[in-house]
């Protein structure tokens, strides 16, 4: 019993992470209709530059300091590289988010290089640890799981009773009627990209202490969250926290069955066949159906 909860535990811990780049997706999603392959790359840029900035100074003023670098990036990015696309193809959005991944990937191995990087824990070491039913937690899975629920349930208050959260679902919904409507949909597009990156940044600033991170982090990282948004339906962040446990837990337990090499294989095959089978994803939002067509 014990080995089964620590198995559970392991699991909500890498559910935790794909949750937080899974968040980011459905942020650009639900403003743009834009999948944004780059997503993990924030992730990573957040852990990187908090790593090099508490050097010089203590570990909030750090954080704070990263998040909001990686959203005057997250900014950049958009009014560089996508503000200027009239009505792009979703293919095309791919392609050339799959890009900024790779550029943003190349100029944090220049300056980072390839070391493996941590933040130290925000509570404790690595040897502490809390004994819940003879399960050892570390104290930073407290953080982890705590600073992502307050995330879905501000964000979940943000989209739906906030005038500039409903602007943000107007633009997805049809730009040109909310441009009509007296909505800037270019500053809602920069904004998203903004907010986006910045959850991603504290996301890596979280989970760095558990997982280290290095410059090549973040393509894994979209991967898994992208299978995580498209499992719990494009757009829908409390889903998106569900389906990431379901595959935390399932990638966890697949180790009793498969070597430890081939965890990665269980997000690609679930991926696989969400898309085959139930392109909507698990609880149903119809607007991710629409992939199926591309």
Not at 35 to 53: D, H, K, P, R, S
Not at 164 to 180: F, H, T, V
Not at 263 to 269: F, G, L, N, T, Y
Request: positive net charge.
């Amino acid at each position: 019993m014990e080995l089964l909860l620590q198995y559970i535990v392991a699991g909500v811990t890498y559910g935790t992470i794909y949750a937080i780049v899974a968040i980011g997706f459905n942020i650009i999603y639900n403003t743009t209709g834009i999948i944004n392959f780059a997503q993990g790359e924030f992730v990573m840029l957040g852990g990187m530059t908090a790593f090099t900035l508490k050097e010089y100074l203590p570990l909030p003023v750090a954080i704070v300091l990263a998040v909001m670098i990686t959203m005057i990036i997250g900014a950049v990015i958009e009014m560089i590289f996508i503000r200027w696309l009239h009505k792009p193809s979703v293919l095309r959005m791919i392609i050339i988010t799959i890009g900024l991944s790779i550029l943003i990937r190349e100029t944090a191995l220049h300056i980072w290089g390839e070391g493996v990087t941590n933040l130290p824990y925000f509570t404790g070491t690595s040897l502490t640890s809390v004994s819940i039913g003879g399960v050892f937690v570390s104290p930073q899975v407290f953080w982890a799981v705590g600073i992502s629920s307050v995330m879905v349930v501000l964000l979940g208050f943000f989209f739906n009773y906030t005038l500039i959260g409903k602007q943000m679902r107007a633009c997805s919904a049809n730009r040109e009627a909310a441009r009509l409507c007296g909505i800037s949909s270019q500053n809602m597009v920069t904004l998203s990209f903004m907010l986006s990156a910045g959850i991603g940044a504290l996301g890596g600033c979280i989970v760095s202490p558990i997982t280290s991170i290095q410059y090549d982090s973040g393509s894994q990282l979209a991967i898994k969250g992208f299978t995580v948004a498209i499992l719990g339906g494009l757009g829908n962040s409390t889903a998106a926290v569900a389906a990431a446990m379901i595959l935390g837990i399932l990638e966890s337990f697949s180790i009793w069955a498969l070597p430890a090499a081939y965890k990665d294989v269980v997000s690609i095959a679930i991926m696989l066949i969400i898309l085959f089978v139930k392109p909507s994803g698990l609880f149903g939002n119809a607007a991710a159906a629409r992939l199926k067509e591309y």
